[in-house]
């Protein structure tokens, strides 16, 4: 069958090649991959930056953004049911792992689909290990394609929250920065729970923002200091001066929370008292949030479901591009929305 893989470390290996044909072995579901988003993760892996294949192998199977459709029935799932699965896997020896939260592993050896030591979903078939599997409703239908990005945001919201509610706090005015799929799936969360967004990106102006209720600033002829304060911020940019400036952007008791990524070394500056006084006298956090925990995939497929209902038009603007899987050099290269590898209609 066919499937999309990169050497990793290698630039420029990425192609189609035939790979074995998979089977469900015993305690696994066999499912056919129907879409897999695309994002920055699959770029840095293309570009030789980033990603492990699985051990003695030399290619990587790319696909971590997956909707599929369950081959036969087994293990509570039925043929014909629409399902995503999890990305990050246990690393089998450490407290978080055997505590089921691999999204917070603590030695850095957990297996990532499409990225880490396990072969993604751009490929045709997947044998899978079913309690890796989250239920896609019908009504969610193709939108399941945007499971991965949203459990992204719903644990950076339930990690902020639980930071924010540590003392007495109130989440009424949010600033994202960054209006990318992440940017724009956080504004969304946050809307649905009714918070007051802002959100801030280089573009002139961002309708799917103020679809959802949100106030868009183009930061392009605004500065981020000149919105006022707020009591969550966060940075879904890539850019680690934005992220130092978080902190000088947070009302009392506020959280700033990044989920970007900025390799590039560099030297950021931050006003010294913004760090040595108001971040003590004020009660501010600054905290990173990766990939997620099962209960934050069950609650982005439910809360995509319940964005869907509120915002149908909106929700269907979210990818905007649709390709056949040999077609994903454009993929990666598409900017604006985000786009998807196409398997199976
Ligand atoms: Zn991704
Ligand atoms: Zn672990």
Same mark, same amino acid.
């Given at each position: ?7 990793? +470390? ?11 044909? $998979? ?12 879409? $897999?988003? $695309?994002? %920055?993760? &699959?770029?840095?892996?293309?570009? *030789?930056?980033? *990603? ?20 036969? &029935?087994?293990?509570?799932?039925? /043929? ?7 990305? /990050? ?51 969610? +239908? ?21 930071? +924010? *509610? ?46 959802? +209720? ?13 919105? %006022? ?21 947070? /009302? ?19 006003? %010294?008292?913004?760090?040595?006084? &108001? ?67």
């Amino acid at each position: 069958m066919q499937a999309l893989v990169t050497q990793p +470390g290698h630039t420029h290996t990425t192609r189609i090649e035939d790979v074995p044909a $998979v089977e469900a072995r015993e305690g696994e579901v066999l499912v056919r991959t129907l879409e $897999v988003g $695309v994002c %920055g993760t &699959d770029r840095e892996i293309s570009e *030789g930056l980033f *990603g492990i294949a699985p051990q003695d192998e030399q290619l990587l199977v790319l696909g971590h953004e997956a909707l599929g459709v369950v081959e036969q &029935d087994g293990y509570g799932f039925t /043929r014909g049911q629409l399902v995503t699965a999890t990305v /990050r896997r246990s690393c089998c020896h450490c407290l978080a792992c055997a505590e089921e939260s691999p999204d917070s592993c603590l030695t850095g050896d957990y297996s990532e689909r499409g990225i880490t030591r396990l072969h993604g979903y751009d490929r045709e078939l997947v044998a899978e290990d079913p309690e890796q599997l989250v239920a896609i409703p019908k009504s969610l +239908g193709r939108l399941g394609v945007l499971a991965e990005p949203t459990s992204i945001c719903e644990r950076a919201l339930r990690h902020s929250r639980t930071i +924010g *509610g540590r003392q007495p706090w109130q989440l009424e005015r949010a600033l994202v920065i960054g209006a990318g799929a992440i940017g724009l799936l956080a504004t969304y969360l946050l809307r649905l729970a009714d918070v007051e967004v802002t959100t801030a990106s280089l573009e002139p102006e961002n309708e799917l923002v103020e679809q959802s +209720g949100a106030q868009y600033v183009s930061t392009h002829d605004n500065e981020l200091s000149a919105l %006022g304060k707020f009591d969550l911020v966060i940075e879904a940019a890539g850019n680690a001066q934005l992220m130092a400036q978080t902190l000088g952007l947070l /009302r009392r008791s506020g959280v700033a929370c990044l989920l970007g990524i900025d390799p590039h070394h560099q030297t950021v500056e931050l006003d %010294g008292p913004v760090l040595g006084v &108001d971040t003590i006298l004020e009660n501010h956090v600054l905290f990173g949030s990766v990939n997620a925990h099962r209960q934050d995939w069950l609650a982005a497929v439910d809360d995509l479901d319940r964005a869907r209902e509120r915002w149908p038009e909106a929700l269907e603007q979210f990818v905007t591009l649709r390709l056949p899987l040999d077609r994903f050099q454009e993929a990666f290269e598409h900017r604006g929305g985000k786009a998807t590898l196409v398997l199976s209609d």
